[in-house]
């Protein structure tokens, strides 16, 4: 699983839809490229954030 997939892209698979086409995908099957819904977008982009930005220091003063 790609934990960093585009926010735009495909809500069944992450595929962004410019590379889409027709994919299979379980449990979906054969299905074409779908709008995320907004709270899927706000998820990745979350987690996009957090893989992206360095643990702080656990004891900082
Ligand atoms: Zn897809």
């Known amino acids: 699983m790609n934990s960093a997939a585009t926010p735009s892209a ?3 698979c992450g595929i962004p839809a410019r590379d889409h086409f027709q994919q299979w995908k379980p449990p979906v099957g054969w299905h074409k490229y779908a709008l995320p819904t907004t709270e899927q977008i706000k998820a990745r982009m979350r ?6 930005s360095p643990k702080p220091p656990a004891h900082a003063s």
């Open 47 to 52: 987690e996009r954030r957090r893989a992206r």
């Open 10 to 12: 495909c809500r069944w």
